[in-house]
């Protein structure tokens, strides 16, 4: 071979090597070495940027951003895929934005969550245009759906525009299709009173409203056959809710979110033919008297409701015949049940409480009126204690005089009693803080995992936290969080 042709090869070879391609380059956005699959231009990953590297990753992770481009695990998890996000790339949305503002969202999902921009439900009432949140449904309710009142309102009931209350109550009952009454934030002077059946429910969202009442007014009046469901209402006064009339039809009334506070020596709650629903609300009395009162064909069912008197011992008053209550997941202080039923013929009336705590200042019947498990036997009533805690605070006995025919206990403690009645457990419940009114139980109490099943059988507790946190539910109104 001659000298030219051995210089040409040299240089042939060197030329060769000069130009093979390092497979961890990357500098033009291209990775050759299919182990090293993703070129990691501004060293996102590895503090050496334009660098192909080997990729292990959770797969459709979201990653890291970069500028307007979201970086998320592949399919298979052995690479990243790039997306360009048209509303930017928010390591707080896990990617590519959804939505910088509510109008970027859809019907079903209507807010931009200002933490996420993702789209999501309402949650609250303000995050809503129209000022209401179907909570159930997570939309906003139209505002066209709507009718707005204000404590001084004298306008066409419209958000721009509201009007007086009475003025908003009217509009709705008499739409043929009825709308919500949306009460806007401030203090009523005036009752909130419907008594016209409507062609639905009237729903009434009074976040952020009071009701401020005096003398023989109340805040809220359901009936002649009327059907309302309010929500986060707050009322004080001396009277408060009256729901239903003798000789009317039915009317229906459930309440959420409410707090409800009086000064006087009378009944927050009365009912006369009427179905009540109380949920997730307080009832704070600051005088004797009784927290509510049921007369002829009334049904009560409240859940997760805290009664307490601040003062002195206020009352469930059951009276009348066909009577049904149903109490659970509540909380009631120097609150006691007091029964008068008059029933003749059956079904008679029904009492029932489960999963609730008791704290009393007295005996549950020593003092208080109405011997609901004191006396003789009354054949068309009946009085259950269910999964319970009666806790006296004193020496004295969770129940006087008890007749424990008249009463039924089922797996419920009493915390002072002599003897131990048939159903019950006689034990300190052994309550967080007493003298603070904390009346969750300490990781050492006896009411804990006991449940057992029985006529009602509960989801939650007071605080709404589900049941059960351990093997079986606990007694009382709260759950303990192991």
């Known amino acids: 071979m001659g000298t030219a042709r051995i210089a040409i090869l040299f240089v042939s070879l060197a030329i060769s090597g000069c130009t093979e391609r390092n497979p961890a380059y990357c500098g033009d956005g291209f990775c050759i070495d299919p182990a090293r699959p993703y070129c990691d231009l501004d060293g996102a990953f590895q503090e050496t940027s334009g660098t192909c590297i080997a990729v292990e990753c959770e797969p459709l992770e979201f990653a890291v951003c970069r500028g307007d481009i979201a970086i998320t695990c592949s399919g298979s998890g052995n690479d990243y895929d790039e997306t360009q996000c048209s509303l930017g790339c928010e390591p707080g949305a896990g990617g590519c934005r959804q939505c910088r503002a509510n109008t970027q969202c859809e019907v079903a999902t209507p807010i931009c969550d200002s933490e996420t921009s993702h789209c999501r439900q309402c949650r609250t009432d303000d995050e809503c245009d129209s000022k209401v949140c179907d909570l159930a449904m997570g939309t906003c309710v139209p505002e066209a759906s709507v009718v707005y009142a204000s404590p001084d309102g004298m306008g066409t009931c419209s958000l721009a525009q509201p009007c007086a209350l009475a003025s908003a109550i009217t509009l709705a009952t008499n739409a043929v299709v009825t709308p919500t009454v949306r009460m806007l934030p401030g203090t009523y002077d005036s009752s909130l009173e419907v008594r016209t059946p409507t062609a639905a429910p009237l729903e009434v969202v009074a976040t952020q409203a009071d009701i401020l009442v005096v003398g023989s007014v109340r805040a809220v009046v359901v009936k002649d056959g009327a059907s309302v469901n309010i929500r986060n209402l707050s009322a004080t006064g001396e009277l408060l809710v009256q729901c239903g009339n003798a000789n009317a039809p039915f009317s229906s009334l459930s309440i959420r979110g409410a707090s409800f506070k009086t000064a006087g ?17 307080e009832v704070s009395m600051n005088a004797s008297g009784s927290a509510i009162t049921t007369s002829d064909d009334s049904s009560l069912r409240a859940d997760r409701v805290h009664m307490h008197a601040n003062i002195v011992g206020a009352t469930i008053i059951v009276a009348g015949a066909r009577t049904s209550v149903e109490i659970t997941n509540s909380l009631l202080e120097n609150v006691f049940p007091a029964v008068f039923t008059s029933d003749t013929t059956s079904p008679g009336s029904r009492l029932t409480f489960a999963y609730d705590t008791f704290v009393l200042s007295h005996s549950l019947d020593q003092g208080a009126p109405g011997d609901i498990c004191e006396g003789s036997t009354v054949a068309l009533r009946s009085v259950l204690f269910e999964n319970s805690v009666l806790a006296s605070q004193g020496a004295f006995e969770s129940v006087g005089n008890l007749n424990p025919l008249k009463c039924t206990f089922t797996n419920t403690i009493l915390s002072h009693q002599t003897g131990a009645p048939p159903g019950t457990i006689v034990v300190d419940p052994q309550f967080i803080d007493v003298a603070n009114r904390d ?44």
């Open 265 to 281: 020596a009378a009944s927050v709650v009365d009912m006369t033919r009427c179905n009540l629903n109380l949920t997730d609300s």
């Open 439 to 482: 009346f969750h139980l300490k990781p050492s109490s006896p009411a804990i995992d006991i449940a057992v099943s029985g006529t009602i059988n509960v989801g939650h507790d007071l605080d709404g936290t589900l049941r059960p946190q351990g093997s079986s539910p606990d007694l009382g109104a709260y759950e303990h969080h192991p």
